[in-house]
Structure formats: structure tokens, C-alpha cells
């Protein structure tokens, strides 16, 4: 990899566009696409702008040496933390739903909730200390996964107050039956809106 392949993949990384990279560094985006396809080289104050924004040494951009205690400290794959978060965001939507099922009380919604956000914190910290290039990655994965757990119980809840006046966390069949299909419906439209938005996103960077 040489200094045009590190600085587009920085760029890439920290998800911004040519454009972008070029306001934050004073220059062209005419200049950076020359930096990124190997006609120039970025004089070393750029060099030294861009390290900071970028949180690498200058000596990673030309020479592609890594801080060692950066890389002993970051080496942890973000999408480590995806999975965690989505086991913990699952265990409370089945946890609020058996409770519910049994008890029929409120704190069934509490205890589900309380899982999703000890599951979306857990995510959030761990992804400070992972590797820097997997963050992108695992923050569009997250989404993709987790949409469907996180607003499940949130949407069942005012889904159930509208129509049953119970704080159910999954969607309670009642008259009208049109009501239910819509439930459905909107919460389809929800999670597919944020699943395309996502993969747009990665397809773009």
C-alpha cells in the first residue's frame, strides 16, 4: 500500500468524500483525487493536517508505520461488539414477550427495553476501542441487524396502547383486523427504510 492507497483508504474509513477531506485540509478536491490516484504527492503540512484529522502519525500516511501502542490498543474488530449488542437486544425482546405472555404487566416492557439498551450501550463503548477500520463496517451492520429488534417493542407499545389500551411488547391481534396488518406494515417500512439507507451508504464510500 502506498500514500495514495492509505490516504483513500483513511478517507473511506472515516466515511467522507474527496471533497469533504479536501475542505478539511485546505486544498482542491481536484488535488486530493491527484493525491488518491498517484499524480501528486500532498506537500508535508497537508501531510501533518490530515494526521491529525485522521488521528494516524505521519509516519503511517508516507510510510505506512503504524503507532504500536495504537495497534496493540485498537486491534479489537468492531463487529465483535455487533453480535454482543444483538444477542442482548434479542434476550430482551424474548424475555419481554414470555413475561408479558405469563404475567401480562407492564414491567415486561421495562425489562425489554432495559436489555436493548444495556445492548446499544455495550455496542456504542465497545466501538471507542475498536480497530478504526472496522468501525464503518460495524456501525452499518449494527443497523441492519438491530433495526428489527430495537423498534419492535417500542412501535408494539403504541401500537397496543391505540387500540387495546395494554403496553404489550409485541403487537396484540384486535378489531379492526386492518389495524394489526398496518402495524405490520409500517414496521416493515421502517426497518427496510433504515436497511436501505445503510447499504446505499456503504455502496457510496
Not at 64 to 72: D, H, P, S, V, Y
Not at 161 to 166: A, C, E, K, N
Amino acid at each position: 500500500m502506498n500514500i495514495a492507497d492509505r490516504i483513500q483508504n483513511l478517507r473511506k474509513v472515516k466515511g467522507i468524500s474527496q471533497e469533504e477531506l479536501a475542505d478539511k485540509v485546505g486544498v482542491s478536491r481536484q488535488a486530493v483525487s491527484k493525491w488518491e490516484s498517484e499524480q501528486s504527492i500532498p506537500d508535508i503540512d497537508k501531510i501533518i493536517l490530515m494526521s491529525e484529522y485522521f488521528d494516524v502519525t505521519t509516519d503511517y500516511i508516507l510510510k505506512g508505520i503504524e503507532n504500536q501502542k495504537q495497534t496493540n490498543e485498537k486491534t479489537v474488530n468492531a463487529n465483535v461488539f455487533v453480535i454482543v449488542a444483538t444477542v442482548l437486544n434479542f434476550i430482551g425482546l424474548i424475555i419481554a414477550s414470555a413475561v408479558w405472555y405469563q404475567e401480562q404487566v407492564p414491567m415486561a416492557l421495562v425489562i425489554g427495553l432495559i436489555f436493548m439498551a444495556l445492548g446499544s450501550m455495550v455496542f456504542g463503548i465497545g466501538l471507542l476501542g475498536s480497530a478504526q477500520h472496522t468501525k464503518e463496517k460495524a456501525k452499518q451492520n449494527f443497523w441492519i441487524i438491530n433495526i428489527w429488534l430495537l423498534c419492535f417493542i417500542p412501535l408494539s407499545f403504541v401500537y397496543n396502547v391505540l387500540f387495546s389500551g395494554l403496553s404489550a411488547p409485541y403487537p396484540l391481534l384486535v378489531n379492526p383486523l386492518a389495524a394489526f396488518l398496518v402495524f405490520w406494515l409500517v414496521y416493515i417500512a421502517i426497518c427496510l427504510s433504515v436497511i436501505f439507507v445503510q447499504i446505499k451508504s456503504r455502496r457510496t464510500k
